[in-house]
């Protein structure tokens, strides 16, 4: 454990915890294994969110290409033609060419700033109340709220159980558990739970205190408490929970791609409608 303590950076709380738990007990490559298990099973999730969600990003940054494109490039063309002609322009194409002319003249400042925003957004992160209110955000926000608690909850139980096999304390297994998942607000019920529990309250007990944490993790918790089988009942709730959050994947996927479809489809709709309006007004003059 010394040894690993020294490279913090590239070892979690949770695999030192682990390592600790299995010299103490005389278990250690069991914990290792265990630990391997635990990372492979947060690999494979990560791996799953990301692969998910690679198409949705990929239109998104394909309609900023398009869009971006044509103001740029068609909206100058059509501007000029049209002032040439003197052509009143609508209030839309009016709009979209002060816009036009806006990103032509700034566009150095505007993609500084487009660069700049994420890592300000990384560094303010790192102040402890930005932090607070981002992450507790996350677990609000609509749609993809319901999705980051599961999340969190599954990855949090799973730490826990994991520990809990390997002889860890149920506080220290909190504890440990609440460094983990890397959250404000999972912090914050980490703390809870470890004096909840050293108040005498069960486990099931002080879990329940907590609605993120699905009923179904409580009912495992009070099963397994009573059977003296914790670890085991709770890692079968979270393999329900982990094939939860696939279903609620796949769920959000099928919502989420016409959206976009239909939305990006519209916008470059009414861009061009707004390019194209001026000259169907002057043609029927012409007529």
């Given at each position: 454990t010394d040894a690993f303590s020294k490279y913090r950076k590239l070892f979690s709380d949770f695999f030192l915890g682990m390592v600790e738990a299995g010299e103490a007990g005389g278990k250690l490559a069991q914990s290792l294994d265990i630990?391997?298990?635990?990372?492979?099973?947060?690999?494979?999730?990560?791996?799953?969110?990301?692969?998910?969600?690679?198409?949705?990003?990929?239109?998104?940054?394909?309609?900023?290409?398009?869009?971006?494109?044509?103001?740029?490039?068609?909206?100058?063309?059509?501007?000029?033609?049209?002032?040439?002609?003197?052509?009143?322009?609508?209030?839309?194409?009016?709009?979209?060419?002060?816009?036009?002319?806006?990103?032509?003249?700034?566009?150095?400042?505007?993609?500084?700033?487009?660069?700049?925003?994420?890592?300000?957004?990384?560094?303010l992160q790192k102040n402890r109340y930005v932090k607070s209110k981002w992450d507790y955000f996350k677990y609000a926000m609509p749609v993809f709220g319901r999705l980051n608690r599961l999340i969190a909850s599954s990855n949090f139980i799973r730490s826990f159980a994991m520990l809990l096999s390997t002889g860890v304390p149920i506080i220290k297994a909190f504890?440990?558990?609440?460094?983990?998942?890397?959250?404000?607000?999972?912090?914050?019920?980490?703390?809870d739970l470890q004096r909840s529990v050293q108040a005498g309250n069960s486990v099931a007990d002080s879990l329940k205190k907590h609605d993120i944490f699905p009923p179904i993790i409580v009912q495992l918790a009070s099963s397994g408490e009573q059977a003296g089988a914790l670890w085991q009942m709770l890692n079968k709730g979270v393999d329900f929970l982990e094939k939860d959050i696939e279903r609620m994947l796949d769920a959000l996927l099928v919502k989420l791609e016409p959206i976009l479809t239909l939305s990006t489809g519209t916008i470059i709709g009414l861009i061009l409608m707004a390019v194209y309006l001026p000259m169907f007004d002057y043609m029927s003059h012409l007529k």
């Open positions: 630990s391997a298990k635990y990372l492979e099973r947060k690999v494979d999730l990560s791996n799953k969110l990301k692969s998910s969600f690679a198409y949705p990003i990929i239109v998104v940054v394909m309609c900023l290409v398009v869009i971006t494109a044509l103001i740029l490039f068609v909206v100058p063309v059509f501007s000029k033609i049209y002032r040439g002609l003197g052509v009143p322009l609508p209030a839309a194409t009016q709009m979209l060419v002060i816009f036009s002319i806006i990103m032509t003249r700034w566009w150095p400042l505007l993609l500084g700033l487009a660069i700049a925003v994420p890592f300000a957004f990384r560094y504890q440990v558990s609440g460094l983990v998942v890397n959250n404000e607000k999972m912090a914050e019920i980490s703390i």
